[in-house]
C-alpha cells in the first residue's frame, strides 16, 4: 500500500519558536503534497498545495510567511510554523498524491502542535 | 466545487451491516466520489472511491446512484473499530486537494 509519515507526531513549544513538520511518502513518489489544518471538533481546513520543485499555493488567509514550505524532493515535504504562537496549536495533515495516476490521496498520521 | 450532504451522525450495531449515504446533486460528469474515514487523533484513511460503476474492495463496497446524484458506503459487517468520522468528497482527480465537509460520526455499539 502506500504509506505516508509525518515527523514528529506531536510537538510541545514556547510561544515565538519555529516548528517544522516532515511530511513523507514512503513507498511512492508523490508530485503534490497538500498541507491540512484541524482544530478540535472542525473538519479538516487545506491550508496548501505544494509541488515538487515549486513554489507552495497557498489558501486564501493563510499566511505564506508563517507557514513555510518547501517541497525539496518527489519524497518528501515540510512545513515550518515560525513564530508559533497558541493559536496555531493544531493537528496538522499531510497527504500526497502518486506520481503515477490513481484517482486518490494517502494521508499522514498527522502531527499535534501545542505551543503555550 | 460539487457539495455532498450526509447525515451528521449514525449509530450502528456490532456485525450489522451499515449504509452511509450521500447526496451530491450537482457532481459532474468528471467528478470522482471517494470516502475517506478519520478515526480519532489520526490522519484520514482512504476507503474507497468510484465514477460511475459500484466498486468492492476488502473494507466497503460502494454503491453509485444510476444518475450519480446520490451515492452508499457499505460496510458489510460493522466492528467497534469501524467507529469513525466517514467523509465523502468530490474530486476530478487526486491531483485536486480534498474539501472535508463535516462527514457522518458513526457510532458502532456492541
Known amino acids: 500500500g502506500a504509506v505516508v509519515s509525518q515527523h514528529p507526531s506531536w510537538v510541545i513549544c514556547k510561544s515565538g519558536t519555529s516548528v517544522k513538520i516532515e511530511c513523507r511518502s514512503l513507498d511512492f513518489q508523490a508530485t503534490t503534497m497538500f498541507w491540512y489544518r484541524q482544530f478540535p471538533k472542525q473538519s479538516l481546513m487545506l491550508m496548501a498545495t505544494?509541488?515538487?520543485?515549486?513554489?507552495?499555493?497557498?489558501e486564501q488567509g493563510v499566511e505564506k510567511d508563517k507557514f513555510l514550505i518547501n517541497h525539496a524532493s518527489l519524497t518528501l515535504s515540510t512545513l515550518t510554523v515560525t513564530s508559533a504562537h497558541p493559536e496555531d496549536s493544531s493537528f496538522y495533515i499531510c497527504s500526497a498524491k502518486r506520481l503515477a495516476g490513481l484517482e486518490t490521496q494517502y494521508f499522514g498520521p498527522g502531527t499535534r502542535l501545542l505551543v503555550l | 466545487d460539487a457539495k455532498t450532504t450526509q447525515p451528521n451522525s449514525m449509530e450502528s450495531n456490532e456485525e450489522e451491516p451499515v449504509h452511509l449515504p450521500c447526496n451530491h446533486s450537482t457532481i459532474s460528469g468528471t467528478d470522482y466520489i471517494h470516502w475517506y474515514r478519520q478515526l480519532p487523533s489520526q490522519g484520514p484513511e482512504y476507503v474507497i472511491h468510484g465514477l460511475t460503476s459500484n466498486v468492492n474492495n476488502r473494507m466497503a463496497s460502494l454503491a453509485i446512484a444510476e444518475d450519480r446524484k446520490s451515492s452508499t458506503l457499505i460496510l458489510h459487517r460493522a466492528t467497534l473499530r469501524d467507529a469513525a468520522v466517514y467523509y465523502c468528497?468530490?474530486?476530478?482527480?487526486?491531483?485536486?486537494?480534498?474539501?472535508f465537509g463535516k462527514g457522518t460520526s458513526l457510532l458502532v455499539t456492541p
Open positions: 468528497i468530490l474530486s476530478k482527480d487526486s491531483g485536486y486537494a480534498l474539501n
Open positions: 505544494s509541488n515538487e520543485g515549486s513554489k507552495a499555493t497557498y
